[in-house]
Protein backbone atom coordinates (compact mmCIF):
# COMPACT_ATOMS: atom_id res chain seq x y z
CA UNK A 1 0.00 0.00 0.00
CA UNK A 2 1.36 3.38 -1.32
CA UNK A 3 -0.48 6.37 0.94
CA UNK A 4 -0.68 8.94 -2.22
CA UNK A 5 0.52 12.43 -2.22
CA UNK A 6 -3.17 13.78 -1.79
CA UNK A 7 -3.89 11.37 1.36
CA UNK A 8 -0.34 12.36 2.91
CA UNK A 9 -1.18 16.65 2.45
CA UNK A 10 -4.50 16.01 4.21
CA UNK A 11 -2.72 13.89 7.24
CA UNK A 12 0.08 16.51 7.56
CA UNK A 13 -2.58 19.25 7.48
CA UNK A 14 -5.57 17.90 9.78
CA UNK A 15 -3.25 16.75 12.10
CA UNK A 16 -6.40 15.72 14.57
CA UNK A 17 -7.57 12.33 13.25
CA UNK A 18 -10.55 9.67 14.97
CA UNK A 19 -8.82 6.36 15.73
CA UNK A 20 -11.00 2.88 16.46
CA UNK A 21 -9.64 0.53 18.26
CA UNK A 22 -11.55 -3.12 19.61
CA UNK A 23 -10.37 -5.11 22.50
CA UNK A 24 -9.56 -8.81 21.76
CA UNK A 25 -13.47 -9.32 22.92
CA UNK A 26 -14.21 -6.89 20.06
CA UNK A 27 -15.29 -3.92 22.71
CA UNK A 28 -14.79 -0.43 20.51
CA UNK A 29 -13.45 2.77 21.34
CA UNK A 30 -12.70 5.84 19.62
CA UNK A 31 -10.72 8.75 20.58
CA UNK A 32 -8.96 11.49 18.80
CA UNK A 33 -5.14 11.45 17.95
CA UNK A 34 -3.17 13.93 16.40
CA UNK A 35 -0.93 12.53 14.00
CA UNK A 36 2.94 13.70 14.40
CA UNK A 37 4.67 12.13 11.26
CA UNK A 38 3.33 10.90 8.16
CA UNK A 39 6.47 8.68 6.41
CA UNK A 40 5.95 6.35 3.61
CA UNK A 41 2.84 4.20 4.92
CA UNK A 42 3.71 4.55 8.47
CA UNK A 43 1.38 7.20 10.56
CA UNK A 44 3.26 8.28 13.65
CA UNK A 45 1.47 10.18 17.12
CA UNK A 46 2.19 10.02 20.72
CA UNK A 47 0.85 8.04 23.49
CA UNK A 48 0.52 11.06 26.71
CA UNK A 49 -2.69 9.81 28.28
CA UNK A 50 -4.17 6.94 26.27
CA UNK A 51 -6.10 3.87 28.73
CA UNK A 52 -8.58 1.72 26.61
CA UNK A 53 -7.30 2.67 23.19
CA UNK A 54 -3.87 2.00 24.68
CA UNK A 55 -4.97 -1.38 26.28
CA UNK A 56 -6.71 -2.41 22.49
CA UNK A 57 -3.50 -1.55 20.67
CA UNK A 58 -1.61 -4.15 22.87
CA UNK A 59 -4.25 -6.77 22.36
CA UNK A 60 -5.48 -6.24 18.68
CA UNK A 61 -3.60 -4.09 17.04
CA UNK A 62 -6.10 -3.80 13.64
CA UNK A 63 -6.94 0.20 13.91
CA UNK A 64 -9.41 2.37 11.69
CA UNK A 65 -8.70 5.93 11.40
CA UNK A 66 -10.69 8.76 9.82
CA UNK A 67 -9.08 12.04 8.22
CA UNK A 68 -11.19 14.56 6.54
CA UNK A 69 -11.32 18.45 5.11
CA UNK A 70 -13.22 20.76 7.43
CA UNK A 71 -15.94 21.19 4.90
CA UNK A 72 -16.09 17.35 4.73
CA UNK A 73 -15.50 17.44 0.70
CA UNK A 74 -12.29 14.33 0.65
CA UNK A 75 -12.43 12.11 3.58
CA UNK A 76 -10.46 9.13 4.18
CA UNK A 77 -10.98 5.86 6.33
CA UNK A 78 -7.64 4.19 7.12
CA UNK A 79 -7.36 0.31 8.01
CA UNK A 80 -3.68 -0.38 9.21
CA UNK A 81 -1.87 -2.05 12.38
CA UNK A 82 -0.70 -0.65 15.40
CA UNK A 83 2.20 -1.10 16.86
CA UNK A 84 3.61 0.37 20.48
CA UNK A 85 6.66 1.75 20.81
CA UNK A 86 8.32 2.24 24.59
CA UNK A 87 11.49 2.61 22.83
CA UNK A 88 13.85 2.99 19.88
CA UNK A 89 13.93 5.94 17.29
CA UNK A 90 9.91 6.45 17.43
CA UNK A 91 9.93 6.89 20.59
CA UNK A 92 13.12 9.18 20.67
CA UNK A 93 11.67 11.25 17.81
CA UNK A 94 7.52 11.80 19.82
CA UNK A 95 9.38 12.24 23.00
CA UNK A 96 10.97 15.38 21.66
CA UNK A 97 8.51 16.98 19.80
CA UNK A 98 7.87 20.27 20.67
CA UNK A 99 3.87 19.43 21.03
CA UNK A 100 4.58 17.18 23.84
CA UNK A 101 6.48 19.84 25.67
CA UNK A 102 4.88 19.77 29.61
CA UNK A 103 4.08 15.81 28.77
CA UNK A 104 5.56 12.94 29.50
CA UNK A 105 4.88 10.77 26.54
CA UNK A 106 4.41 7.08 27.39
CA UNK A 107 4.99 5.58 23.91
CA UNK A 108 5.27 6.13 19.97
CA UNK A 109 2.45 4.23 18.14
CA UNK A 110 3.19 3.49 14.47
CA UNK A 111 0.37 2.56 12.45
CA UNK A 112 0.99 0.62 9.35
CA UNK A 113 -1.44 1.76 6.60
CA UNK A 114 -2.61 -1.70 4.74
CA UNK A 115 -6.09 -0.55 2.58
CA UNK A 116 -7.29 3.20 2.16
CA UNK A 117 -11.05 4.28 1.34
CA UNK A 118 -11.34 7.55 0.15
CA UNK A 119 -14.72 9.57 0.14
CA UNK A 120 -15.38 13.08 -1.88
Given at each position: MNLTEKQKELLNRR???ALAT???D?????????INLVEDDD???TDNQMTTAR???LENGKVVLMAFEQDYGYCLKLFGTAQYHTGGERFE???HLADNEGF?????????IEHVIEFS
Open positions: KVVASKADPQVTFVELVFNNIYVKSPRAAVVIT
